[in-house]
């Protein structure tokens, strides 16, 4: 087959892959926790909805918590057993914070919801039907944001697909799930690309694959010939991080740039990870929800790094054992790669539908503590940022708090890469300024929405008050008129001292109604 | 009566035209190479700020909104030329250093806005009073100025007293530093920028060991109690 | 449940930092500081050392007053080149008290009123130069011979003549290339006169061209370890030699030549030094072609049409004020922003 | 002497003329930077400003009555966006007026309340709920926090609860360079 | 030609109004937190600046002179400046909301501006031409705006620099616009008179 | 419409009032010093046409006593020159000339020179230049003595091919670090006596023109 010309993008960096020390084992099934914890959010979206009971017994994929709304992903149960608490549990995420989860004593009997043979051939179902399953499979986005598979599966009327971009560039150093997957399920990657490309109905499909992983495209290469699919390509991208940021990878297979602030759809192209597209497989033919992902555990601080098919719910304690247990070298354990992954307190943190990787860092892999010093703007990070942005001048805003100049300078096209700080001589931590500076955004724009709303109800409520004095001060009136075509049917003597009593009376309640209202 | 000490803090030090409110920066920097140059203008500024504040807090309940600020601006012409005239003609020497930056008192956007913001809406007591507290706020800062200047530029102070004194001025030249060299850079409009930022940074210093930070806000006759 | 220290992405070890930066900077410096030693005598070296000295100095003064750490600030080693480049920009036999004046205001006014490395809008070393050359002409326009006219003073008589209050002998004096084109022009002689003239070497002046040739070569291996911006120097030495080539085109006997621009006083120190202060140069791309073109330009017209004889040093001070507008204005289009 | 007040009489008459006919002909109607400034208010409607809201307190700010520091609430960012607004240097809340805290909610401890409604009355968003003689609720969403409630409550039973944090309100803190000193 | 010219470089470079002359200083300081504002101002008082130093030259040369009455040009320039001014408001207003969202809240400031009376006095005293007066006035209002842009894109940048407590704000302004006015000087003697 | 132009009408009234009264009392100020504002301005020249020519010397007007002349050669400028006259009971006694140096280090230096009938120099001044503060400017009388060693010289004495700076092998001093301002003040000097001694005659016998610029400012 031939390669077709790659597009190279701005900047990135060459780094070292460290990707042999974790693909030297199979990837084998990790044990069975005696505990599950499941998050509720794993997810780009709202929450899921809890739909047990603690005590309840659960079987493996069943499903645990309902989507809540379109933007949203169904929980399942990863493994038989009974509900033992829904509580907030740390989970993994930068702010270190608990999150409602659901916690599963597992029974090890591993038994599953249905085993039915209900599993039609996927060819003979529509493109809804299809998005229906992957949608009810609770997959969601397993290459980093964990955006729901469902929502990008849907690009909407106006926007018609003509490719598919299937990622499996694997980008990062250490990181080596996706490798392994490629190697080892290569039809399965295949299959499921060609499932999403039926529900997109998209003319071709490109694989991307960087340079460094020749078995990976081998297999690919294989299975594509096997299928008897002429219009899939696999192609070979240089070694480049971040080859496998979507807006760089759709640039490096077709030359497209996805508009600042728009999505890939708007040009046509939808990008799905490799692991997205075995998983979407499974869905659709096992119905089998997402329960389970291949999770890298490597680095310096475990002892036998490898590759390991996990459960949803087991915590990094578990994982981290069955590769061997930490090292003396173990300083910080970082969930996804050393560019964008971020580092947790502890191990007693569930794996989650988006977590690939945990690198289990020696102390020479990292940089200890960043001491900064002052931006000498030496435009290192300029030369380095792939989506052609200032990194200094964002910072320089950023740290000033100017929000307004944060965003001139495109604040959200930055898509956090980190190959700005990883060059910065000054040692600053940039992308730290722009997830402040962007969380501070968010903020505030809840916060006008707020204010917004407060605003409303305090017009409103004045308003009330206003309606409330004027149709007392009209009920008053009315009284009185009614008093005085009262009295103008008496006799006419009767009539000036009839209204003189009347006019007494109102002006009484008048007075005894404003007493009120100025306590 | 804490009212009137409060009007002449303001226009002395919290509020001062000068270091607080950044009004009338062109004759602050220009003229104050030299300590003279700065208290000549100075007490002409002054003189134009009590004057203009009487007569525009005198007039303020006749004037209409929409010619406000022409009226203001006429009274304060008129206040300025007549200034300029007797200096002309007394201290002709002194207005001839001083130049164009005497008709220009008419644009010193301090004076407006002081018309404007308070004599315009005070009784004339007060309006004076605070035309002169503004007044010499101002030439405070610009004899202070003028001295650092002088004083880094030429190792000297008060050097051409006579413009201002006449013969009198003759002998109170003092030469700070013996045999200094002179460092041009202070008396040059460098030296007038970087003088006024240091200025302004002391004043900072001061204020905060004094336990609290200028405010700068524009007073106005009532609220602003003393703080 | 093990605990393990936090930190944020990315997490990758150092590539580059900040003093091996400086340091690249100051070893760039050596070749052409060593042969304009050679050239103008000790008086070079003693000014280098008493520059780093106060310089040094100044700096941990102002971070005890503001209750910095001082250790830190002061390894970056920023303050040191800052030293370094306004020592080679002052006449080597300047006073004592010249070299305190310029020091003090580069490092105190110019880079520590502003919060020291990294916030100053002005090139330090150059604020120092124009406020000596301001406050004190006479002392700046004193340059020596260089070797091949007069035998450069020896240590003893630098220290006497920089330390001691002694003046320059006018035998030692001579105006440099620049000066004496400049004045040589005013007087309605011709080029081919005064480029016959002894101060007057091959392209440039005597020995100027051999400094010149120095920095140029130390600011290649610069560029060359991409601690430089290609983009300033060269826009650089475009701004100053096209203009150049353009007037001695239309009168070579009115204009010296684009080498002899490109040669003197401090175009070369200038273009590979001076101007590519990362800190106080446009950090665009095309910013930083604008900058460098700028400098070169302003230069060639201060030294044609002003009142001095050399204008890196107001160019580099012009085209910083304007640097942020620069960026401002040239922006990178980001990847998928409309064009 | 009598041609001078003549030939500038004339001038200003002309000018004032101009002026006069200009003011009427072009009056400007609304003043729009109190609306400009109410945006960025945070429509707490504590009063702790000094006002009796937030409109009040803008338009003090538009006639130059009141500094732009006044507002706790809002805190340092609309100390800043009101600076920016108004072209002034920022600066930092007047502590006389409070000091800057957590968003919080009021939160009424059911089992006292004795539903009088004095707190519905002084609400300014009309963020409880309850009939008379019932017991009262405070909507979380819609309450601003701004202790109106609280002390007309007869019982003491209204105090005030930090907002959460959560995955979703959560912000990403302040990178601490350490050579900071900004306000 | 090129002696008007002449008059463009001297005015806005080598005696710029504000580095070099010190007049515009206010606005100079005043509206330069924001590069928008900045040049806002710019644009308003380009305008203004070179309408006013015709409409003075005309006074000046067709009322104040004829009559003898030179010691009255304050007054009348003020006034007309004054007048300049409001009319243009209310021109721009009429005519051009959007230039009047721009330009709008500058246009009062610049009646104090004393670049602008300077100029009228300054075209005077030197007994300008007409074509010189508008050059002059001209002038002098892009060098204004030029500086005051490229003041407020330094002190933009400086709203993240770690100045010492007592420098923030107007000290470090001041301290900017002196370095600023002494990079200036090296345009010194570029026109000789 | 009809609100405008009452208004308007008002405004004009009003304003026009204001001017009226505040410019009767600066027309009234002008009045009462308009006699000390002439005297003073006067003063002034007359102070600095007698740095240059003592007035002991001569018993006329200076400042009523002048032509104009032009000579771009000698005088440095093409603009017209003023020259004072001074005598003593209606006998010539000097004149004071106002050439320009055009060659100065920064630009034009414009001079004023008294030359006595003899062609001795009763004075040299600077009355503007643009030198560089520091190094050129030690031409001014307030800065050094140096402008004041022209007095007595004529262009005898130094013979003419000595009237040079030191390093052009001339008598006068230069300054150190610069010598291109004292060389064109020296030559402006020479210029402007070599322009009296050819023109004097002329010089004294052409009627005063009274009218003119008041070149001394
Ligand atoms: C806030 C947000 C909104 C998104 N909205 C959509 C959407 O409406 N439709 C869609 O197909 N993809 C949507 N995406 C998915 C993105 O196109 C992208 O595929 C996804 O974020 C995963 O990319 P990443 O891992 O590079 O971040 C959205 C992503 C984010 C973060
Ligand atoms: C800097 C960066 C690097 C990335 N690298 C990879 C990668 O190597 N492999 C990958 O599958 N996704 C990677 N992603 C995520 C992709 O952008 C994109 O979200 C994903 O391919 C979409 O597929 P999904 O929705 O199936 O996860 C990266 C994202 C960023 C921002
Ligand atoms: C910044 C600067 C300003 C100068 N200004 C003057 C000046 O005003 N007048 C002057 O004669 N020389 C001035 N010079 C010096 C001349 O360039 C030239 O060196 C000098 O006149 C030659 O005199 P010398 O032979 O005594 O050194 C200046 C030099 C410099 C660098
Ligand atoms: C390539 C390079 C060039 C530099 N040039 C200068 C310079 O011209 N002047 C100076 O004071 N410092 C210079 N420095 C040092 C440092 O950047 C400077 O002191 C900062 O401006 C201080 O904030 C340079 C540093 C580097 C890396
Ligand atoms: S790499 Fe670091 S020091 Fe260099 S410009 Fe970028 S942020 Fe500044
Ligand atoms: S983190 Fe953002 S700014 Fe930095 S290099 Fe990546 S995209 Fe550019
Ligand atoms: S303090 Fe702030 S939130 Fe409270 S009323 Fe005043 S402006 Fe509104
Ligand atoms: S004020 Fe207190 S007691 Fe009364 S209704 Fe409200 S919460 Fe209940
Ligand atoms: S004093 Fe000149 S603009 Fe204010």
């Not at chain 1, 399953?133 to 986005?141: C, D, H, P, S, T």
């Amino acid at each position: 087959m031939s390669v077709p010309a790659v597009h190279p993008f701005h900047g990135g960096l060459v780094l070292e892959g460290h990707k042999r020390i974790s693909t030297r084992h199979p990837v084998v099934p990790a044990r069975l926790p005696e505990r599950l914890v499941v998050p509720l959010q794993q997810h780009i979206g709202a929450p899921a909805e809890p739909v047990v009971q603690v005590g309840e017994r659960v079987l493996k994929g069943q499903p645990i918590a309902r989507p809540r709304g379109y933007v949203s992903a169904a929980v399942h149960a990863p493994s038989s057993g009974t509900v033992a608490a829904i509580e907030a549990r740390p989970v993994p995420h930068p702010s270190g914070l608990a999150a409602p989860c659901i916690v599963i004593e597992t029974d090890g009997e591993e038994r599953w919801r249905w085993r039915e043979d209900q599993r039609p051939d996927w060819r003979t179902l529509g493109p809804e039907a299809l998005r229906e399953r992957v949608r009810e499979a609770g997959i969601v986005g397993m290459g980093g944001a964990g955006f729901p598979t469902h929502v990008k599966l849907n690009p909407g009327a106006g926007r018609a697909i003509h490719t598919l971009v299937i990622n499996g560039a694997e980008c990062e150093p250490y990181i080596t799930c996706d490798d392994m997957l490629m190697r080892e399920h290569a039809p399965a990657v295949v299959a499921g690309a060609q499932v999403m490309q039926r529900i997109l109905g998209a003319r071709r499909i490109l694989i991307g694959i960087e340079s460094d992983k020749p078995e990976a495209r081998e297999a690919l290469s294989e299975a594509v010939r096997a299928a008897g699919a002429d219009d899939i390509r696999v192609v070979s991208v240089p070694a480049r991080y971040p080859s496998g940021g979507e807006r760089q990878l759709i640039h490096l297979l077709t030359g497209l740039e996805v508009p600042s602030e728009g999505l890939p759809a708007d040009i046509g192209v939808v990008c799905q990870n490799a692991a997205t597209a075995a998983a979407v497989l499974r869905a659709v033919t096992e119905l089998e929800p997402l329960i389970s992902r291949i999770v890298t555990v490597t680095g310096a601080g475990v002892a036998e790094p490898r590759n390991l098919e996990v459960l949803v719910g087991t915590p990094f304690a578990d994982v981290i054992d069955q590769a061997g247990g930490y090292t003396d070298e173990a300083v910080r354990l970082i969930v996804g790669g050393p560019m964008m992954g971020f580092a947790v307190a502890h191990d007693e943190v569930p794996v989650t539908k988006t977590v690939n990787c945990l690198l289990v860092a020696g102390r020479g892999e990292v940089e200890p503590a960043r001491d900064p010093l002052p931006c000498i703007r030496c435009g290192a990070c300029v030369e380095a940022c792939p989506a052609r942005l200032l990194p200094q001048q964002l910072y320089w805003y950023a740290r000033a708090k100017d929000f307004d100049r944060v965003q001139d300078y495109r604040l959200f096209d930055c898509i956090e890469c980190g190959c700005c700080a990883a060059v910065c001589p000054s040692r600053i931590p940039l992308v730290d300024y722009y997830r402040y500076a962007k969380s501070e955004i968010w903020a505030l724009e809840r916060e006008r929405e707020k204010a917004a709303r407060a605003r409303r109800r305090h017009e409103a409520r004045l308003a009330r008050l206003e309606r409330e004095r004027a149709e007392r001060e009209a009920r008053q009136r009315a009284r009185r008129e009614r008093a005085t075509d009262a009295a103008a049917r008496k006799a006419a003597v009767a009539e000036a001292l009839a209204r003189a009593g009347a006019r007494r009376s109102g002006s009484a309640e008048a007075r005894r109604h404003e007493g009120s209202e100025g306590g | 009566m804490s009212r009137w000490r409060d009007i002449a803090a303001e226009g002395l030090w919290r509020n001062n035209p000068g270091l607080v409110q950044l009004l009338g920066l062109c004759p602050l920097l220009a003229v104050t190479s030299s300590v003279v140059n700065g208290l000549g203008l100075g007490l002409a500024t002054t003189a134009t700020l009590v004057v203009s504040g009487l007569t525009v807090s005198a007039v303020r309940g006749l004037v209409r909104p929409e010619i406000r600020i022409p009226v203001f601006v006429l009274v304060i012409a008129c206040t300025v030329t007549i200034i300029e005239l007797l200096m002309s003609a007394w201290l002709h020497d002194l207005y001839k250093v001083l130049g164009i930056f005497i008709p220009l008192i008419v644009t010193n956007c301090a004076i407006m806005g002081r018309a404007e913001a308070f004599a315009s809406r005070n009784p004339v007591p007060a309006a004076v009073l605070d035309g002169l507290m503004m007044g010499l706020g101002f030439t405070g800062v610009l004899v202070a100025l003028g001295a650092l200047r002088e004083l880094a530029g030429h190792g000297t102070l008060l050097d051409h007293a006579e413009l201002l004194l006449g013969p009198l001025g003759e002998g109170l030249r003092l030469e700070i530093i013996q045999g200094y060299r002179g460092f041009l850079v202070a008396v040059l409009p460098p030296g007038a920028f970087i003088g006024l930022g240091l200025l302004i940074a002391l004043k900072n210093v001061i204020d905060t060991r004094r336990g609290r930070r200028s405010v700068a806000v524009p007073v106005h006759a009532h609220g602003h109690g003393s703080a | 449940m093990r605990r393990f220290e936090t930190a944020t992405s990315p997490h990758l070890p150092p590539r580059d930092s900040v003093p091996a930066l400086m340091r690249r900077v100051l070893y760039a410096l050596a070749p052409g500081a060593a042969l304009q030693a050679w050239h103008f005598g000790w008086g070079v070296v003693v000014q280098l050392l008493l520059a780093a000295a106060l310089a040094l100095a100044a700096e941990a003064a102002v971070l005890v007053l503001r209750r910095r750490p001082a250790r830190r600030a002061l390894a970056d080693g920023s303050v040191l080149v800052t030293a370094a480049l306004l020592a080679l920009a002052l006449p080597p036999y300047a006073p004592w008290w010249l070299t305190t004046v310029a020091v003090l205001s580069a490092v105190v006014l110019a880079k520590h009123l502003y919060g020291g490395l990294g916030y100053n809008p002005f090139n330090p070393a150059m604020v120092g130069y124009v406020v000596a050359l301001i406050a004190f002409p006479r002392e700046l326009t004193q340059w020596p011979a260089p070797h091949a006219l007069a035998a450069p003073p020896g240590l003893d008589m630098a220290l006497g003549l920089i330390f001691g209050g002694a003046q320059l002998p006018d035998a030692l004096t001579a105006a440099t290339p620049l000066d004496h084109v400049r004045t040589g022009l005013a007087m309605n002689r011709t080029l081919t006169e005064l480029g016959a003239e002894p101060v007057m070497g091959r392209f440039g002046g005597k020995g100027w061209e051999w400094v010149a040739g120095g920095y140029l070569a130390g600011g290649l291996w610069l560029a060359w370890r991409r601690a430089i911006d290609w983009r300033i120097p060269s826009a650089f030495a475009a701004g100053l030699a096209l203009p150049a080539m353009v007037a001695w085109g239309l009168d070579p006997d009115g204009h010296p030549s684009p080498l002899f621009h490109l040669l003197s006083g401090g175009a070369m120190l200038g273009a590979f030094f001076i101007a590519t202060d990362p800190v106080t140069a446009a950090t665009t791309p095309r910013g930083r072609l604008l900058y460098g073109a700028g400098a070169g330009l302003l230069t060639f017209l201060i030294r044609t049409f002003g009142g001095y004889p050399d204008g890196v040093a107001f160019a580099v001070l012009l085209m910083n004020m304007a640097a942020p507008t620069l960026d401002q204005l040239t922006r990178p289009r980001a990847f998928g922003e409309g064009r | 002497m009598i041609a001078a007040v003549v030939a500038l009489g004339a001038v200003a008459a002309v000018s004032g003329a101009l002026l006069g006919y200009a003011a009427v002909r072009f009056r400007v109607e609304s003043d729009p930077i109190v609306d400009q400034i109410e945006s960025l208010l945070p429509q707490t409607q504590c009063g702790q400003c000094g006002f009796a809201g937030c409109r009040p307190y803008a338009e003090a700010i538009a006639r130059g009555e009141a500094d732009i520091n006044r507002c706790p609430p809002g805190g340092e960012h609309t100390i800043r966006a009101l600076a920016d607004l108004l072209g002034r240097d920022p600066k930092p809340l007047d502590p006389e007026r409070g000091a800057e805290k957590p968003p919080s909610v009021a939160v009424i401890d059911e089992r006292l309340c004795i539903g009088c409604t004095k707190c519905i009355q002084a609400c300014p968003v009309d963020a409880i709920v309850g009939a008379a003689k019932q017991m009262h609720t405070i909507i979380a969403a819609e309450c601003t926090g701004c202790e109106l409630c609280i002390p007309p409550c007869p019982v003491d039973c209204i105090h005030m609860e930090p907002v959460p944090v959560d995955l979703d309100n959560w912000r990403w803190p302040y990178p601490e360079a350490r050579t900071e000193n900004l306000a | 030609m090129s002696e008007y010219l002449l008059i463009l470089v001297s005015t806005v470079l080598v005696n710029n109004f504000v580095l070099v002359k010190f007049l515009g200083l206010c606005p100079f300081m005043g509206v330069s937190r924001k590069v928008e504002t900045a040049t806002g101002m710019g644009l308003a008082t380009t305008f203004v600046l070179t309408l006013s130093s015709v409409c003075s030259y005309l006074v000046s040369e067709y009322l104040l002179e004829p009559l003898g009455l030179e010691y009255l040009r304050t007054i009348a320039f003020i006034l007309v400046i004054a007048v300049v001014v409001q009319l243009t408001e209310v021109i721009v207003h009429k005519t051009s909301p959007l230039l009047y969202n721009v330009l709008g809240i500058f246009l009062p400031l610049i009646t104090t501006n004393c670049a602008v009376l300077g100029v009228a006095l300054l075209n005077a005293q030197t007994e300008h031409g007409l074509v010189e007066s508008a050059l002059y006035g001209f002038g002098a209002a892009v060098g204004f705006s030029l500086v005051l842009a490229l003041f407020a894109a330094v002190r933009e940048r400086l709203a993240a620099a770690d100045v010492p407590v007592p420098f923030q704000g107007a000290a470090i302004a001041l301290v900017t616009a002196g370095l600023m006015s002494l990079a200036f000087m090296g345009f010194a003697g570029m026109v000789r008179g | 419409m009809d609100a405008g132009a009452r208004n308007a009408a008002l405004s004009a009234l009003l304003l026009g009032l204001f001017a009226m009264v505040g410019t009767g009392l600066v027309a009234l100020t002008h009045a009462l010093t308009r006699e000390r504002i002439a005297a003073s301005e006067r003063a002034v020249l007359e102070r600095a046409l007698h740095a240059v020519m003592p007035p002991w010397r001569h018993d006329n007007d200076l400042l009523a006593d002048r032509i104009a002349v032009t000579d771009p050669e000698l005088l440095g400028t093409r603009r017209p020159v003023t020259v004072y006259r001074a005598r003593r009971g209606g006998r010539p006694v000097g004149v004071v000339l106002t050439p320009e140096a055009p060659d100065g280090y920064n630009g034009r230096i414009r001079l004023i020179v008294g030359i006595y009938a003899d062609g001795t120099l009763a004075g040299v001044r600077v009355l503007a230049h643009q030198e560089t503060p520091g190094l050129g400017d030690a031409i001014e009388a307030e800065k050094s003595d140096w402008i004041l060693g022209f007095t007595g010289k004529s262009l005898g004495k130094p013979p003419l091919e000595r009237w040079r700076v030191r390093r052009d092998g001339g008598d006068f001093d230069q300054f150190t670090g610069a010598t291109i301002t004292p060389r064109a003040v020296v030559k402006a000097v020479r210029n402007a006596l070599i322009y009296f001694r050819h023109h004097r005659e002329a010089l004294f016998a052409a009627p005063a023109s009274g009218e003119g610029e008041e070149e001394a400012s």
